[in-house]
């Protein structure tokens, strides 16, 4: 099969940059609306999402050669050549309305297929793994002179370190200090100038965390994906509100019972899809200045293994939704699965530079411009997408 170019139209939670609290950004975005309203959520998959799973190239003969234990019988639909798995309804749908879109046979430039080394990669956004204290979301907040972010998350994610006025914090299911506590402490720090600000903060996110308790529901559900995805809906509705948030989820790493239309890593994608659904339902009107990305270390194997599992490989998918998607559908430089097309011949081989999507999702939220992003926040081939993928 010839190499063929499609562009086909058709846990834990952590939030950060109070776009109301910043100044100006160095660049003007676009639109108004980027000006501090438009919301990034972004799926952390750790373990290796298998992109051949999430978003099977069924127009590819080779597919169920290959792997004729972990395709499901009965795929959602998605484009002539790619389908989409049935755990994953909500983004099939979305797909169909035009509000999502999958990057297929991507990934970072890492083949060394090390979780260690592949995740301190996709979090810092820089080659070499263990050469920065800082990630790629956290230096574009940055760049763009956000301030005063907090991470609902301990301690604070690598992919948002950066920004030296981001906080962390803990929603737990542990009693909370009174309110008259937090002022307690907020007027013994009234005359530090340091710690009077962290104060002053501390009561704003108990009034806000109390006012969230009668929608959030108790703890075993807001500690389900779906509801920290509705915890971050509901923290970045506010035109003040968090304009990042990221869940972080594990467990993607299947080397054995893999699974088709179910198994573990079917229960991994119905998690990612109810995040979806309930931040999109969550955030109601502003899902149109909205845009959920997933961001993982590698892909698998392309072949199943003699466990009906997959290893560790190279390409995989990025999965993205929101009103700020512009194309629908797949967008993939097919590398095709036969054996002599796949890199090292085992694993998909990667076509299109993720970093290149994420830069192009950080003009989109941040404002910020292409040098701008080159120079020290996320760099990546500049012409690795002739296209453009989510709202100027």
């Known amino acids: 099969m010839q190499r063929r170019r499609f562009v086909a139209w058709g846990a834990t939670l952590s939030l950060a940059g109070h776009p109301a609290r910043a100044a100006q950004p160095v660049a003007a975005p676009a639109t108004a609306a980027a000006a501090g309203q438009r919301r990034l959520l972004v799926l952390l998959l750790r373990g290796a999402m298998d992109g051949l799973t999430a978003i099977p190239p069924i127009g590819d003969p080779a597919l169920r050669l290959i792997r004729g234990n972990l395709v499901p019988a009965r795929l959602l639909p998605g484009t002539p050549f790619f389908a989409?798995?049935?755990?994953?309804?909500?983004?099939?749908?979305?797909?169909?309305?035009?509000?999502?879109?999958?990057?297929?046979?991507?990934?970072?430039?890492?083949?060394?297929?090390?979780?260690?080394?592949?995740?301190?990669?996709?979090?810092?956004?820089?080659?070499?793994?263990?050469?920065?204290?800082?990630?790629?979301?956290?230096?574009?907040?940055?760049?763009?002179?956000?301030?005063?972010?907090?991470?609902?998350?301990?301690?604070?994610?690598?992919?948002?370190?950066?920004?030296?006025?981001?906080?962390?914090?803990?929603?737990?299911?542990?009693?909370?200090?009174?309110?008259?506590?937090?002022?307690?402490?907020?007027?013994?720090?009234?005359?530090?100038?340091?710690?009077?600000?962290?104060?002053?903060?501390?009561?704003?996110?108990?009034?806000?965390?109390?006012?969230?308790?009668?929608?959030?529901?108790?703890?075993?559900?807001?500690?389900?994906?779906?509801?920290?995805?509705?915890e971050a809906a509901l923290r970045m509705l506010p035109s003040d509100g968090p304009m990042v948030g990221l869940i972080d989820f594990d467990g993607f790493d299947t080397h054995a019972s893999q699974g088709a239309a179910e198994g573990t890593h079917a229960t991994k994608l119905k998690m990612v899809d109810d995040a979806i659904k309930a931040f999109r339902e969550t955030l109601g009107a502003r899902w149109a200045d909205a845009l959920v990305l997933t961001v993982t270390e590698f892909g698998r194997t392309a072949a199943e293994n003699g466990t009906t599992g997959t290893d560790h490989g190279w390409g995989s998918c990025i999965l993205a939704a929101g009103g700020l998607v512009q194309p629908a559908g797949v967008v993939a430089d097919w590398p095709g699965l036969d054996k002599a097309q796949l890199f090292e011949g085992r694993d998909l081989a990667v076509t299109v530079d993720a970093a290149a999507v994420y830069a192009q999702a950080l003009q989109t939220i941040f404002g910020l411009t292409p040098d701008q992003i080159q120079a020290g926040v996320l760099a990546h081939r500049p012409h690795a997408l002739t296209s453009r993928l989510f709202v100027a």
């Open 84 to 230: 989409v798995h049935p755990a994953l309804p909500t983004f099939a749908s979305l797909l169909a309305q035009g509000q999502a879109l999958a990057v297929h046979a991507t990934g970072f430039g890492y083949r060394g297929r090390s979780h260690f080394e592949g995740q301190d990669i996709m979090q810092t956004g820089v080659a070499k793994a263990y050469t920065s204290a800082s990630g790629w979301l956290g230096r574009a907040m940055e760049r763009a002179n956000l301030g005063n972010g907090v991470a609902i998350s301990i301690p604070m994610p690598l992919i948002l370190r950066g920004d030296a006025r981001s906080e962390t914090q803990f929603p737990n299911w542990m009693p909370t200090p009174s309110d008259a506590a937090y002022a307690l402490v907020r007027d013994l720090w009234r005359t530090d100038p340091d710690l009077h600000p962290l104060g002053q903060r501390w009561v704003e996110g108990r009034q806000k965390a109390d006012a969230m308790l009668p929608v959030s529901g108790n703890f075993e559900q807001r500690k389900s994906p779906a509801g920290l995805a509705r």
